[in-house]
């Protein structure tokens, strides 16, 4: 699911400040009338231990809700309808690697989330439904580009995503993205499958972990559909763990600028 669909369709819940961080700076915005600002880079690799508060407090912006920090890792919870704890790197990646170890939630219409995000609505995604324990879907967005809802793929998981931990990886190159589970591989998607390229992620992308009530009833029918079904918060709390998070940024800036309006990734200029 586009994660600005998710937005719009929950936008009665959501704080005029996570609207504004969300939305800051389109640089494809034909009329944006000022230059958005460089993106930071993130220019090496790292493993964030997410049982430390604050490995994570110091990398990653809280961009709703409330995140508590147990014994496996970081936890995201649900305790009532409209919560959504989220999480969004402070940092951008341009191409790179990609692992989440973590546990799904359960709870019908309960998205558990992995979203590679760029300021002009490019978009990679992992999501898990909780209804749903046998498989994890494969999203990707170019440009915010939602015409078609046919680029979404399902897969098979070994063991249940609600009661164990795995490794979620995505290896995002220029070329082709990758993904695996555990050390499976699942699914290659090449640049010019993506409608010869444009629909292709290519931009500096921050990393997003959160969780949401897809089922909420106040979200449109596609989205409670697409979500399982309706989420009976009675049911709460719902839970999301992340034990790990390994980025590695295969560019070296310590900016990455864009020098115009294409959204192509020969347009960003990596500033070291
Ligand atoms: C484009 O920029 C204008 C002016 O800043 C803003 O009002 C509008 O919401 C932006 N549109 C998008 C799709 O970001
Ligand atoms: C993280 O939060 C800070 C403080 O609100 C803000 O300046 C910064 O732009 C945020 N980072 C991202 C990537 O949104
Ligand atoms: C989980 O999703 C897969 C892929 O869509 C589907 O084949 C399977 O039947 C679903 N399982 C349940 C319990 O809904
Ligand atoms: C996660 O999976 C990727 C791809 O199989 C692998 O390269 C990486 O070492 C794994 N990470 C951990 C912590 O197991
Ligand atoms: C959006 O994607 C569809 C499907 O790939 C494509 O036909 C269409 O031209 C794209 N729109 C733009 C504005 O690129």
Not at 13 to 33: G, H, K, V, Y
Not at 154 to 174: C, E, I, L, M, S
Request: charged share 20%; glycine share 10%.
């Amino acid at each position: 699911m586009q994660f600005l669909t998710i937005l719009l369709g929950a936008s009665a819940l959501i704080t005029p400040t996570l609207a504004q961080t969300w939305s800051a700076c389109n640089p494809t915005n034909l009329t944006e009338t000022r230059t958005c600002p460089n993106d930071p880079g993130f220019g090496i690799a790292h493993n964030f231990d997410f049982k430390e508060a604050g490995e994570v407090k110091n990398s990653f912006n809280i961009t709703n809700g409330m995140l508590t920090y147990g014994d496996d890792g970081t936890e995201f919870t649900i305790n009532k309808q409209g919560e959504s704890p989220t999480i969004q790197s402070k940092f951008y990646i341009m191409f790179g690697s990609i692992s989440v170890i973590m546990k799904a939630a359960p709870g019908v219409g309960i998205v558990s989330s992995i979203v590679i995000q760029s300021e002009c609505l490019d978009e990679i995604d992992w999501e898990f439904i909780g209804g749903n324990g046998t498989h994890v879907q494969t999203n990707y967005f170019g440009d915010g580009n939602t015409t078609t809802f046919d680029r979404d793929q399902w897969h098979p998981v070994d063991g249940d995503v609600r009661d164990g931990f795995h490794n979620y990886t995505v290896d995002w190159k220029a070329d082709k993205m990758d993904f695996f589970v555990d050390t499976k591989w699942v699914r290659t998607l090449n640049y010019g499958e993506a409608n010869g390229g444009k629909n292709y992620p290519q931009t500096p992308s921050t990393v997003r972990l959160g969780i949401w009530a897809g089922g909420d009833k106040s979200n449109n029918k596609g989205t409670i559909e697409w979500a399982g079904g309706e989420t009976d918060f009675s049911k709460a709390p719902f839970q999301m763990v992340v034990k790990s998070t390994y980025i590695k940024d295969y560019g070296t800036g310590k900016e990455y600028e864009w020098t115009d309006k294409s959204s192509d990734f020969k347009s960003i200029k990596s500033i070291p």
